[in-house]
Nanobody, 120 residues
Framework: QVQLVESGGGLVQAGGSLRLSCAAS????????MGWYRQAPGKQRELVAS???????NCADSVKGRFTISRDNTKNTVYLQMNSLKPEDTAVYYC??????????????WGQGTQVTVSS
């Protein structure tokens, strides 16, 4: 019912920047919270940043001051601007959206993941 398409990952040198996007499509009535998670090899998936419908944001301590999450409700899209990237930011990044469909079904939808690799 809902499809998420992520883009923007890639290889970057330490200190560089990347911008991730996650666009949702389908029969969507409303998207509540949106978030970005990441999972490095051998580690558990962790929350990187989240944003509410009203625009309130929350970021993990490890990325505060470097990453910014934002959303465009007209495009059903969430973004993650990543600056001053560090090798420890290397991971697969996933978006997660809490969606209310037109059939009043609540879904927690995940993107397919996009690889971010930061070289030292």
């Amino acid at each position: 019912q809902v499809q998420l398409v992520e883009s923007g990952g890639g290889l970057v040198q330490a200190g560089g920047s990347l911008r991730l996007s996650c666009a949702a499509s389908g029969i969507i009535l409303r998207i509540n919270s949106m978030g970005w998670y990441r999972q490095a090899p051998g580690k558990q998936r962790e929350l990187v940043a989240s944003i509410t419908t009203g625009g309130s944001t929350n970021c993990a301590d490890s990325v505060k001051g470097r990453f910014t999450i934002s959303r465009d409700n007209t495009k059903n899209t969430v973004y993650l601007q990543m600056n001053s990237l560090k090798p420890e930011d290397t991971a697969v990044y996933y978006c997660n959206l809490d969606v209310l469909t037109a059939t009043l079904t609540k879904l927690s939808s995940w993107g397919q993941g996009t690889q971010v690799t930061v070289s030292s």
